[in-house]
DNA sequence: TAGATTGTTAATCGATTAACAATC
DNA sequence: TAGATTGTTAATCGATTAACAATC
């Protein structure tokens, strides 16, 4: 834990959380850096070098106990402890986040919803009330709040971003297709979907070409 | 363009492409690769290194001209030919990505939506009428769909995108939490939810112990 | 022309893969 | 014990950064 993990490390081990979950819920008790290295598609060495980089978990010449690496996984990635978390933004991206169980069972409970359009303002989402973000500042700061999920168009993303960690929120997952400016002690994770959606394009036209080569 | 361009450079065209569209919008004319890179919070050695990649679109002594390097990476990107597209899963985040127009304003044209589920078909979202999953093969066929949007659940989506691929999909835009194993004459792009949440955890947790040390 | 800035080569840095001694 | 597989060091590969000649 002493050194810096990179961010490609990190960015991996969702990854083999969601396999060793898939394996467990199969009954698999072991498994070896080889086995996983087929079912993912990547190497037994990049396998336990990254698992290394936490421990090492697992045994010479028997591999990796399915359920303790997975529970071990869950604690590197912080899944032991609950987080609290805001939506702002009651769209349809909002909604789908809300709505999306297997969220809370990984811990994260989302105790608000919050909009600036009147007419959204009140309605029930997934048993929640849509409240007005002039109360967010409130709400932050007296339910303690960690994580603000910003399902909100671009214009007023930056400086709502702001606002944001001046009221005390620690995570920032953004969805608006803009860059926020925050101070390095929020963290924020973003979700670009147009982005996504070019190198998808990108990536078509690439194999375009290749064909017809 | 006869290098293999590697994914690490393009997936940082679209966030070129962004921040060149803003330039446009404020009437700048011209732009250096330092003054971008200050911006950007990138190497300017960085941005030269990429856009070379595609060729040499600036001028010694002058910098880039924001127009043209934003039409050029829009070509790169494959963003001057539309595209046509399904979406299959009516849910939030169907409509969510359906509802955006951002996507229509690039080239991405959504010709279909589709479910399993009866009381959704026959809605509409968008100005479309859902349709059943179990006319989507003649859709495809005679639309000549080239792209579906994947958001359904994990459990049907790894066959579905089998029979996608048979059916003559050349890219899936996948946001189902699961990886997809079709063959390599079909791009797969995934935003996976989950993946991009723990991602936050794990930085937020990070961030947590730094500052009590 | 002089100054600015690119395009591109070279140097550095970091990440991935290979190899193997340690050990269960 | 013998076989298997890890943990870890060393080698390789690739990506980023630095430097600078070319040139507008």
Same mark, same amino acid.
């Given at each position: 834990?002493?050194n810096k993990?990179s961010i $490609?490390?990190i960015?991996?081990l969702?990854?083999?959380?969601?396999?060793?979950?898939?394996?467990?819920?199969?009954g698999i008790?072991?498994?070896?850096?080889?086995e996983?290295? +087929?079912k993912?598609?990547?190497?037994?060495?990049?396998?336990?070098q990254?698992?290394?980089?936490?421990?090492g978990f697992?045994?010479?010449?028997?591999?990796y106990?399915v +359920?303790t690496?997975?529970e +071990?996984?869950g604690?590197i /990635?912080g /899944?032991?402890?609950?987080?609290?978390?805001? *939506? *702002?933004? $009651? %769209?349809?991206?909002?909604?789908?986040?809300i709505?999306?169980?297997d969220?809370?069972k990984?811990?994260f409970?989302?105790? %608000?919803?919050?909009?600036?359009?009147?007419?959204?303002?009140?309605n029930?989402m997934?048993?929640?009330?849509?409240?007005?973000?002039?109360?967010l500042? +409130?709400? *932050?700061?007296?339910?303690n709040?960690?994580? $603000?999920?910003l399902?909100?168009?671009?214009s007023?993303a930056?400086? /709502?971003?702001?606002?944001?960690?001046?009221?005390?929120?620690k995570?920032?997952?953004?969805?608006?297709?803009v860059?926020?400016?925050?101070?390095d002690k929020v963290?924020?994770e973003n979700?670009?979907?147009?982005?996504?959606l070019?190198?998808?394009?990108?990536?078509?036209k690439?194999a375009?070409?290749?064909?017809?080569?």
């Amino acid at each position: 834990m002493i050194n810096k993990i990179s961010i $490609a490390v990190i960015k991996r081990l969702p990854r083999y959380y969601r396999y060793l979950g898939d394996l467990l819920d199969d009954g698999i008790v072991r498994i070896s850096s080889k086995e996983l290295s +087929e079912k993912m598609k990547v190497t037994a060495s990049q396998i336990r070098q990254d698992l290394n980089n936490f421990g090492g978990f697992g045994q010479q010449g028997y591999g990796y106990n399915v +359920e303790t690496l997975y529970e +071990e996984i869950g604690k590197i /990635l912080g /899944l032991e402890k609950k987080h609290s978390l805001v *939506i *702002i933004g $009651a %769209g349809n991206l909002g909604q789908a986040i809300i709505k999306y169980t297997d969220f809370e069972k990984r811990g994260f409970i989302f105790k %608000g919803v919050f909009d600036s359009n009147p007419k959204v303002i009140g309605n029930t989402m997934h048993n929640i009330i849509v409240q007005d973000v002039a109360d967010l500042k +409130e709400f *932050i700061k007296s339910k303690n709040i960690q994580i $603000a999920v910003l399902t909100i168009p671009k214009s007023n993303a930056p400086e /709502l971003a702001n606002d944001l960690e001046k009221w005390g929120i620690k995570a920032i997952w953004n969805f608006a297709p803009v860059d926020l400016n925050v101070s390095d002690k929020v963290t924020v994770e973003n979700v670009h979907l147009s982005d996504s959606l070019m190198t998808l394009s990108y990536k078509l036209k690439d194999a375009e070409n290749k064909t017809k080569k």
